[in-house]
Structures are given as C-alpha cells and as structure tokens.
C-alpha cells in the first residue's frame, strides 16, 4: 500500500511563475516530511523538510506547506527557473519510531522557458 | 569530497552471477539505508543500520540480499543469483541519529542491469 502518494505524475510550469507540487500521505503516525529533487543518473537530494509541529517551512525559493488534518502537504517554487526541471519526491518519515524514510512515486516538473 | 560514495556506479551482471556494492557514508553519520528504485517509481526502502545493528530488512529483501555494515562505516550489498527483476538503481544514504535534522543525504546510486 502507497502510504505516500504523489498523484500528479508530471507538471509543466512557465518560467517565473509558480510551481505547486502536491502530495498526500495516510500514515498519520508520520511527523516529519521532506522533499528531494533528482536528476537523471543521479541520487536524490535533499532540497527542504518540515516537522509536523510546524505547518510551514521555508527556504528561499521553496517553501512546504503542512496540513495534517487533511494529510497533505504541497511544495511551493517561486520563481520557477529551468534547473528546477527534474523529478521531485514527497517523503514522510516517523521520527519518534522506526524513522525510515517513505517514499511517493515522485512528480516530474518540466519548466518552460 | 564528504558525500556519500557508492561503488561501481555502473554493473551489468548475467542472470545467476552475484554481485556485490559499496557505500560509504558521510564520516561522522551514523546512521546508513538501502534503498531500490525501479523506473517511473520512488526509492524503495530495503533496510537500514545504526552503527553496524542491522534494525529492519524489507520484505522486498529476499533471501538472496544480504547487506552488513561490520564496523559501522562503509557498508555493502550482496545479490545471490541475481535475476532479471533486480535491475534497478540501487541507492545508499546516510543520517545522524539523534539529531536536530532527519533528513538523509544520498549517493548517486549504483545502477544494477541483469541480463
């Protein structure tokens, strides 16, 4: 069963604007969630986090946003730019337990010049 | 460079060979994962060490995987008679545990092809 589920298999965006990336977990045990960026031929990397005690992060460009009574959680970029073209993961992890890190089956973002 | 290092990156095996990664992790984490990713999906978790405890196997790690971590640094992966079904990227990455952050920071993943 997909605890982590990131139904959007792509998303293309003009260059500037917004990107919004969307994710959806059913663990409600979860209570830290992350986002990672990868390349072709290369392994994911770590681009922001958030713990479930907060309802937002941000980091620059990129900001998470958290709501647990929905279960969901959305990844912001603003402004879009042509090297945030990649696949980006949704993963959600249950720090005060097991802690392994769970993974979506990833959004692939194309940013149009 | 102080990233997490997996070797080869690159193994193209036949059917029935064994074969075996390496991963070295960031120095000072202590915490060290396997993960498989096939195409169009999300890393996989396999399992996971702190130190050299070996603290969950997926069931997606059959009998014929075996991963140690003897001293509690760099750690390996073995596959017994491989099949088809295992190619895939496999991907190692590291933590501190505990720690003020949870995430994990990855190598660049060792791409297995069984022919």
């Known amino acids: 069963d997909q605890q982590v589920k990131q139904n959007s298999p792509s998303l293309s965006v003009q260059e500037g604007r917004i990107s919004i990336l969307n994710c959806d977990y059913t663990n409600s045990m979860f209570d830290y969630f992350l986002w990672y960026k990868k390349y072709p031929a290369e392994g994911p990397t770590f681009l922001i986090s958030?713990?479930?005690?907060?309802d937002k992060n941000e980091d620059g460009r990129f900001t998470v946003f958290l709501n647990k009574s929905a279960k969901h959680l959305s990844l912001h970029i603003v402004p879009s730019q042509p090297g945030d073209s990649a696949v980006y993961f949704c993963a959600a992890s249950k720090v005060n337990r097991d802690d392994k890190i769970i993974f979506g089956k990833g959004t692939r973002l194309h940013i149009l010049p | 460079d102080t990233g997490v290092s997996q070797d080869p990156r690159h193994k193209i095996t036949k059917r029935g060979q064994n074969v075996t990664f390496r991963c070295d992790p960031i120095s000072e984490h202590n915490r060290l994962y396997w993960y498989r990713q096939t195409l169009g999906q999300g890393p996989e978790f396999l399992t996971y060490?702190?130190?050299?405890?070996?603290?969950?196997k997926s069931r997606l790690l059959s009998d014929r995987f075996s991963a140690e971590r003897p001293k509690g640094s760099f750690s390996t992966l073995e596959i017994q008679r491989t099949e088809q079904g295992d190619s895939a990227m496999y991907l190692c990455a590291s933590s501190f545990r505990p720690g003020p952050e949870y995430e994990a920071f990855f190598g660049q993943g060792t791409r297995l092809t069984v022919v």
């Open positions: 958030i713990s479930s005690i907060k």
């Open positions: 060490f702190q130190n050299e405890a070996q603290l969950e």
